[in-house]
């Protein structure tokens, strides 16, 4: 039997005010450690020379990717300490210099992501971690991901679902109640963002969803509801909290069709007597 959490739980959730505190609690740690999984198989048999990922610095997405260049593109301040108590600073600064020196190759670059200055064209994979649903402009940065991608590259986007649980009870707090998540965020559908990839020639050849707890707000009550991620990946998969999608980069005359049989050499006898005269033996070529 499936036990209802209380209403003070579900409705009740802490106002987070910021993405980065948000991502500390409980649920945040819960999205983190799935999209860890997810993304370590989305990439890890993808290859090229150089890989990107733009923001949310709390998750390394490209940890089990072997391509030779990693970098990490991030909004002015944001790899900063700003807010929380000294004490919460100094962790928070020990957790990101560990995995600094955890990651090798991984370079940080600083800068808008309506801006990347990268040339045209010069990069394998991209992913998106939650970047679009937090933007002012999602169009702008989709359109530079396109401009600096390789024909036949990759792009790979996380966010939150709203057709989901967690999507319901964000919408009920613009009526009443705090919200469960950051409220900055602007959460986009699965199917939007697909007729926005599909405006840019991109063909999605895969996306998974997951996280079907309850939104709760404690560790224990989110342990609980461990039996409901099979359960959900089963009966109800479209309506997980989170989804991830990937994309790959289409340009019109161009495709990958991956290597070409060598024709066998024409017999003598199916020549015509025309070609046949100007036929040089096959030992001779």
Not at 108 to 117: A, D, K, Q, R
Not at 181 to 194: D, H, T, V
Request: with cysteine; net charge neutral; aromatic share 10%.
């Amino acid at each position: 039997m499936i036990s209802t959490p209380p209403p003070s739980e579900l409705l009740n959730a802490p106002p987070w005010s910021s993405w980065e505190q948000w991502l500390n609690s409980p649920p945040g740690q819960y999205v983190l450690a799935w999209e860890e999984k997810r993304f370590a198989t989305a990439v890890g048999d993808l290859f090229g020379f150089h890989a990107l990922q733009i923001g949310l610095p709390q998750l390394d997405a490209l940890k089990s990717n072997r391509m030779p260049l990693h970098a990490l593109y991030v909004s002015p301040g944001e790899m900063g300490l700003t807010s929380g108590t000294l004490a919460e600073q100094e962790l928070q600064g020990l957790a990101i210099a560990s995995r600094q020196a955890h990651k090798q190759g991984w370079h940080i670059v600083e800068g808008l992501p309506t801006e990347l200055p990268f040339a045209n064209q010069s990069i394998d994979l991209v992913l998106l971690p939650h970047v679009l649903e937090f933007a002012a402009d999602p169009h702008q940065i989709l359109r530079e991901v396109d401009r600096i991608l390789l024909p036949e590259g990759r792009v790979i986007i996380s966010g939150f679902n709203p057709a989901s649980v967690w999507g319901v009870r964000q919408y009920l707090s613009h009526l009443f109640g705090a919200p469960y998540l950051p409220r900055s965020g602007q959460f986009i559908s699965l199917l939007r963002l697909k007729d926005w990839l599909k405006l840019l020639d991109y063909s999605v050849d895969r996306g998974h969803f997951g996280c079907y707890k309850f939104p709760l707000q404690s560790s224990a009550g989110m342990a609980r509801m461990d039996f409901l991620e099979p359960m959900g990946n089963r009966w109800w998969p479209i309506f997980g909290a989170v989804f991830l999608i990937s994309a790959i980069k289409r340009t019109p005359g161009m495709r990958l069709i991956g290597r070409i049989p060598a024709k066998r050499p024409t017999a003598l006898t199916q020549l015509t007597p025309a070609v046949e005269q100007h036929a040089r033996p096959p030992g001779n070529e």
